[in-house]
């Protein structure tokens, strides 16, 4: 990834300042034309991806009857701590305008057709407001609202399935879920193989930026990158220090000093999924958390509790829209945030795992999906910092729930890995 990124810029930029504008546009529709194929093959694995993520993430909360105040508690954190990490990016970019200061001139050659072209990667529809965005969350029918690009309502879809998987004890209906297993079994194989092409997707882009923007685009990228870290930075040492302290009962440098192991594993993973035996084993050893309630909280978390996730697909489609001049008006603003809150539960705990929901955003807001070549080129790293986000939030909820719970193994309760094996596996 990084010597696409790398030879990307340079290619481009050495183009934009050697050649002559007639040679450089007619490279950049070769570049361009792979740049959107790679679009393409992680956009097409969105629908998949979103609906078996969101069922399994639900479904595997356990009994939704009897999960009592250990699982309501989870739930509450969970939405609250995930709202505010996206108000905290949005309210960031809203106020530093990393994405804008860009030539208008500059601006303009960049989106001469750009329209056609992201239209018809995306399919995105034109974003709802006030009550009719309120009656459009609940679709008519699940399949055009995908096929349309519905994806707030096919989301909503997917959530009120997985209640409903849950709620129906028959074998019929756990053999379903198997199946829904297996179809995100299958999904995350495949955004693994189109991962592995993104070097050459990531060097097209780029080039096709770079080449049409030269290095001014790199001061953008530097900005953008700036406002992400800020904005994690915020919500880890002092949104968490204030709910492990106020909340949890626990010194925040008690609680830091006790996950570093696990901060630095999800640090050098980049995944939640792999991170989550440290966490568990964390949790136990070192915070002394009771078991049957750390193990509940961090098995769901390392699905559905995603802060960082969802702060950095917030920061994102803020600053493409400023990027490439579209203005976002309050209601859709608010609409990026559901989504994005949403996207907190059904994003995978894998590496690049948002960089498909990321794309689904920008088409429902009619953002250039091919922006997000900018932000592949630095999403590694940006994927580390906030993947150590969401495992301290896993954690940081495992202290809030386990307040007043008693200390009893014997209690444990169900979890989303447990009904698939050893709590304490995760998929590597």
Same mark, same amino acid.
């Given at each position: ?24 546009? %007619?490279?950049?529709?070769?570049? @361009? ?6 679009? !393409? ?7 998949? $991806? ?53 030539? %208008? ?18 399919? &995105? ?10 009656? #459009? ?21 997917? *959530? ?5 998987? @849950? ?6 209906? @756990? ?20 991962? !592995? ?11 096709? *930026? ?7 685009? *790199? ?13 994690? =930075? $915020? ?12 909340? &949890?009962?626990?010194? +925040? ?19 939640? #999924? ?10 136990? %050893? ?25 702060? /950095?697909? &917030? ?43 990321? =794309? ?12 997000? &070549? *900018? ?33 009893? +193994?014997?209690?444990? @309760?169900?979890? /989303? ?12």
């Amino acid at each position: 990834m990084l010597v696409g990124v790398l030879a990307g810029t340079a290619a481009g930029v050495a183009a934009h300042e050697l050649l002559s504008a007639e040679a450089v546009s %007619e490279a950049l529709p070769v570049t @361009r034309a792979i740049g959107q194929i790679y679009l !393409r093959l992680l956009l097409m694995l969105v629908v998949p $991806l979103i609906f078996s993520a969101l069922v399994l993430g639900i479904s595997g909360l356990g009994d939704l009857r009897s999960l009592g105040r250990v699982g309501l508690k989870t739930l509450v954190y969970t939405v609250v701590v995930s709202t505010i990490a996206v108000l905290i990016g949005v309210g960031l970019v809203n106020l530093l305008q990393p994405g804008g200061g860009l030539d %208008e001139a500059a601006r303009a050659r960049m989106l001469a057709g750009v329209g056609a072209r992201a239209s018809a990667v995306s399919g &995105g529809v034109a974003p709802k407001t006030g009550l009719e965005l309120l009656v #459009n969350i609940v679709p008519r029918n699940p399949l055009e609202a995908a096929a349309g690009g519905d994806m707030l309502g096919f989301m909503f879809f997917s *959530l009120l399935f997985g209640i409903g998987l @849950r709620l129906t004890r028959s074998d019929a209906a @756990r053999r379903l879920e198997d199946v829904i297993q297996g179809l995100y079994d299958v999904t995350m194989n495949l955004i693994g193989l189109v991962i !592995r092409i993104a070097p050459w997707g990531v060097a097209a882009l780029l080039f096709t *930026l770079t080449a049409e923007l030269g290095v001014e685009i *790199l001061v953008q990228l530097g900005r953008y990158v700036g406002v992400v870290l800020l904005a994690l =930075a $915020l919500h880890q040492f002092v949104i968490y220090s204030l709910a492990v302290r106020f909340v &949890g009962g626990m010194s +925040p440098a008690f609680f830091f000093r006790g996950i570093s192991e696990a901060m630095i594993t999800a640090f050098s993973t980049a995944s939640s #999924n792999a991170t989550l035996p440290t966490a568990i084993r964390v949790a136990e %050893e070192k915070l002394k958390l009771p078991p049957q309630v750390s193990r509940f909280v961090l098995t769901i978390g390392s699905t559905a509790n995603q802060n960082g996730t969802a702060l /950095f697909e &917030g920061v994102t489609v803020l600053f493409l829209a400023q990027f490439y001049g579209v203005e976002l008006a309050f209601g859709q603003q608010v609409l990026v945030c559901l989504v994005c809150i949403l996207g907190g539960i059904g994003t995978a705990g894998v590496p690049a795992g948002s960089i498909p929901v990321i =794309a689904m955003i920008l088409g429902m807001v009619n953002v250039p999906v091919e922006g997000i &070549g *900018l932000i592949l080129g630095v999403d590694r790293f940006l994927d580390m910092c906030r993947t150590t986000l969401n495992v301290s939030g896993d954690l940081a909820a495992a202290v809030v729930v386990s307040r007043g719970e008693p200390h009893d +193994p014997a209690e444990a @309760r169900p979890s /989303f890995a447990s009904a698939r094996g050893d709590p304490t596996r995760a998929a590597p």
